[in-house]
């Protein structure tokens, strides 16, 4: 059976739109194959992650990190799990080379925003010889987070999703291409909410 | 903006620098009216000092 582990790293607890996608993914990893653990990463981490928590990360044959997009980059609670696992496992000679998948979202209508991330994530897993494998890359994470739960409309995460299963299923080592989905509300319409949004934040904050 | 680390590689380096100067100003890492006026460097050691400063000269 194979060690599958999600790092979910928003803090938004149950309103995120990461544990949407994270849960998606996890309901489409049949129990009988897969043994799956969940870590969330904390707020202001001020002690470093537990040994056992990170001994999860570092048995597991495929990790899976599903996280919003922060200023172009990585937010520092998630930053703080990666240094520690870093720390733990760099040197140590039975770290296993385990399949690295990043499920990211943002608020920008464009995934390809998250380039510089990909670079990042992928020298990550260069510096501890992990197997970096693939990105999904979701633009209007809110309606990419609705549109996942609806049927017909979902074509697009669900293909990219199950691409993730099956590259763990088959132990793929072929290099495959990134997913990037637009939201399926377009853009236009995406900015003039965020315009219309950002007015009326700036209206309550006058008001105060 | 002045980055460092000393056991950097060339790709990390160039990852830095373009995620940095790229994003500047969407990503809040300085003010957008601002982001013209900004470069980065990144330096391993103590060594690239001088040449940073050469260069941090031609914005003041």
């Given at each position: 059976?194979k ?14 739109s ?18 799956t653990?969940?870590?969330n ?8 992650y ?5 001994k ?10 599903v ?29 296993k ?12 209508p464009?995934?390809?925003?998250m ?8 020298n990550?897993?260069?510096r ?6 693939f990105a ?9 987070a ?14 990219a ?5 099956a ?19 377009p ?22 | ?36 006026q ?6 391993t050691?103590?060594?690239?000092s ?5 260069a941090?000269?031609k914005?003041?």
């Amino acid at each position: 059976m194979k060690n599958i582990c999600f790092i979910n790293g928003s803090l938004r607890g149950k309103k995120a739109s990461s544990l949407v996608f994270l849960n998606c993914i996890s309901s489409m990893l049949a129990e009988a194959e897969f043994n799956t653990d969940i870590i969330n990463v904390r707020v202001k981490a001020k002690e470093r992650y537990s040994e056992e928590l990170l001994k999860t990360i570092s048995r597991a044959d495929a990790i899976i990190m599903v996280y919003p997009l922060f200023t172009c980059g990585i937010r520092g609670s998630l930053m703080r799990l990666l240094e520690d696992f870093y720390l733990y496992a760099k040197g140590k000679a039975n770290n296993k080379a385990a399949m690295v998948y990043i499920v990211v979202n943002c608020g920008f209508p464009r995934p390809e925003i998250m380039g510089e991330l990909i670079r990042v994530m992928k020298n990550f897993c260069r510096r501890l010889l992990l197997n970096w494998r693939f990105a999904i890359c979701m633009g209007g994470g809110p309606v990419a987070a609705m549109t996942v739960k609806t049927p017909l409309l979902n074509i697009k995460y669900r293909k990219a999703f199950s691409a993730i299963v099956a590259d763990i299923r088959h132990g793929d080592t072929m290099q495959k291409d990134d997913y990037f989905i637009k939201p399926i509300i377009p853009e236009p319409i995406m900015l003039w909410i965020k315009a219309q949004y950002e007015k009326k934040m700036q209206t309550a904050a006058a008001r105060e | 903006m002045i980055g460092y680390g000393n056991d950097i590689d060339e790709e990390e380096k160039s990852t830095f620098i373009d995620l940095t100067r790229k994003h500047l100003g969407e990503a809040d890492i300085v003010h957008p009216d601002f982001d013209k006026q900004v470069d980065v460097y990144l330096t391993t050691c103590s060594q690239d000092s001088e040449a940073i400063c050469e260069a941090f000269k031609k914005h003041v």
